[in-house]
Protein backbone atom coordinates (compact mmCIF):
# COMPACT_ATOMS: atom_id res chain seq x y z
CA UNK A 1 0.00 0.00 0.00
CA UNK A 2 1.07 3.36 -0.78
CA UNK A 3 2.11 6.35 1.81
CA UNK A 4 0.38 9.18 0.49
CA UNK A 5 0.85 13.06 1.70
CA UNK A 6 -0.38 16.02 0.49
CA UNK A 7 2.47 18.90 -0.61
CA UNK A 8 1.88 23.06 -0.84
CA UNK A 9 2.73 23.98 -3.65
CA UNK A 10 3.10 28.04 -3.90
CA UNK A 11 3.23 30.41 -6.84
CA UNK A 12 0.94 27.72 -9.22
CA UNK A 13 3.71 25.07 -9.71
CA UNK A 14 6.90 23.23 -8.52
CA UNK A 15 8.78 21.57 -10.80
CA UNK A 16 9.08 17.63 -10.43
CA UNK A 17 12.34 17.01 -9.98
CA UNK A 18 12.10 19.79 -7.22
CA UNK A 19 8.92 18.42 -5.88
CA UNK A 20 10.84 14.78 -5.17
CA UNK A 21 13.35 16.62 -3.39
CA UNK A 22 11.13 18.50 -1.41
CA UNK A 23 9.47 15.65 -0.29
CA UNK A 24 12.74 13.27 0.21
CA UNK A 25 11.24 10.84 -2.21
CA UNK A 26 14.79 11.26 -3.79
CA UNK A 27 18.32 12.10 -1.81
CA UNK A 28 19.25 15.42 -4.27
CA UNK A 29 18.43 17.00 -7.35
CA UNK A 30 20.19 14.96 -9.29
CA UNK A 31 19.37 11.05 -8.17
CA UNK A 32 15.24 13.42 -8.41
CA UNK A 33 16.48 13.66 -12.19
CA UNK A 34 18.13 9.97 -12.66
CA UNK A 35 14.64 8.55 -11.22
CA UNK A 36 12.68 10.68 -13.71
CA UNK A 37 14.84 9.87 -16.48
CA UNK A 38 14.46 5.72 -16.08
CA UNK A 39 10.51 6.16 -16.27
CA UNK A 40 10.55 5.00 -12.15
CA UNK A 41 8.30 8.41 -11.49
CA UNK A 42 4.41 8.68 -12.23
CA UNK A 43 2.35 11.50 -12.36
CA UNK A 44 -1.42 11.03 -12.08
CA UNK A 45 -1.05 7.33 -13.09
CA UNK A 46 1.34 7.80 -16.15
CA UNK A 47 4.92 6.94 -16.12
CA UNK A 48 6.39 10.78 -16.70
CA UNK A 49 10.29 11.62 -17.74
CA UNK A 50 10.26 15.04 -18.26
CA UNK A 51 12.71 16.25 -14.96
CA UNK A 52 10.84 19.83 -15.50
CA UNK A 53 7.07 18.75 -16.03
CA UNK A 54 5.32 21.33 -14.19
CA UNK A 55 2.77 20.17 -10.93
CA UNK A 56 0.26 21.94 -9.92
CA UNK A 57 -2.76 21.69 -7.37
CA UNK A 58 -4.58 18.38 -7.97
CA UNK A 59 -1.41 16.18 -9.43
CA UNK A 60 -0.52 13.25 -7.81
CA UNK A 61 3.31 12.29 -8.48
CA UNK A 62 4.01 8.36 -7.16
CA UNK A 63 7.46 6.93 -6.72
CA UNK A 64 9.16 4.03 -4.23
CA UNK A 65 5.41 3.34 -2.98
CA UNK A 66 4.89 7.07 -1.63
CA UNK A 67 1.96 9.19 -3.32
CA UNK A 68 2.11 13.02 -2.89
CA UNK A 69 -0.69 14.91 -3.88
CA UNK A 70 -0.18 18.89 -4.74
CA UNK A 71 -2.54 21.09 -3.44
CA UNK A 72 -2.64 25.29 -3.44
CA UNK A 73 -0.86 26.66 -0.84
Known sequence: MNEESVAAVKGGFIELCAL?????????????????SQGLVRVNGEVETRKRRKIIAGDVVDYGGRQVRAEAG
Do not use: H, V
Open 20 to 36: LKREDMAASGGEAKLLI
